[in-house]
């Protein structure tokens, strides 16, 4: 049984009563936070560890090989598990996942954090090196509008149908295949392709 006593001595705590932990993005999960936006992210699989954090704890979000700080966040209050039939109350029950509600993305320029002891998927993080962590991050950028584009020709039999094949084949390639053209709005000529979260030059002369 997990008591307030145990996370206080497993875990590193602030003055105020909340942890402060290390959250390492299982293998392929760091390509796919960097490709679509996600507000939470939920890790399972976590049976092994023996204690977790508690709601409103923070956490920084790692990503491996070399080991860089990715994102901030705070857990939030865990999914309930549900049987695996609702008609059986003694049937076996799906294992809570840990929640992390993200305050802050690095993920497209992550801070390198070599030398910092990430002992499994979630391990305590001593607050001084948190803050440390913290501080290496740049100011955020000032949020401003841009324009986002993805261009298919489809030969089709009818608008309707080609709108139609347009979303399944978006949905098939996703945005690890296609490339999707951003530019700040009112600066067209300013305009990137963007293929796997990254600037992609899509113009074949320059190539050679």
């Known amino acids: 049984m997990t008591?307030?006593?145990?996370?206080?001595?497993?875990?590193?705590?602030?003055?105020?009563?909340?942890?402060?932990w290390a959250v390492l993005l299982p293998a392929g999960r760091y390509d796919a936070e960097r490709l679509v936006h996600?507000?939470?992210?939920?890790?399972?699989?976590?049976?092994e560890v023996p204690v977790l954090p508690r709601p409103h704890d923070q956490?920084?979000?790692?990503?491996?090989?070399?080991?860089?700080?990715v994102a901030l966040g705070r857990v939030a209050a865990p999914t309930v598990p549900h049987p695996e039939d609702p008609d059986d109350p003694q049937s076996d029950r799906q294992p809570e996942a840990l929640v992390v509600r993200y305050t802050?993305?690095?993920?497209?320029?992550?801070?390198?954090?070599?030398?910092?002891?990430?002992?499994?998927?979630?391990?305590?993080?001593d607050p001084v090196t948190f803050r440390e962590l913290v501080d290496r991050l740049p100011p955020p950028p000032q949020r401003r509008t841009w324009l986002?584009?993805?261009?298919l020709p489809i030969e089709a039999e009818s608008p309707a149908e080609a709108v139609r094949l347009f979303w399944a084949y978006?949905?098939?390639?996703?945005?690890?295949?296609?490339?999707?053209?951003?530019?700040?709005?009112?600066?067209?000529?300013?305009?990137?392709?963007?293929?796997?979260?990254?600037?992609a030059n899509q113009d074949p002369e320059e190539d050679d």
């Open 104 to 125: 802050r993305r690095a993920f497209d320029e992550p801070v390198p954090a070599e030398g910092l002891p990430l002992d499994g998927p979630v391990s305590p993080l």
């Open 59 to 69: 956490v920084a979000v790692f990503a491996d090989e070399p080991p860089r700080l």
């Open 170 to 199: 978006v949905q098939e390639l996703g945005p690890r295949e296609l490339p999707a053209f951003v530019s700040p709005s009112g600066d067209e000529l300013a305009m990137q392709a963007f293929v796997l979260g990254a600037e």
């Open 38 to 47: 996600h507000d939470t992210l939920e890790l399972t699989g976590l049976g």
């Open 148 to 151: 986002v584009s993805l261009d």
């Open 3 to 20: 008591t307030e006593t145990a996370h206080r001595l497993n875990g590193a705590t602030h003055l105020d009563g909340t942890g402060t």
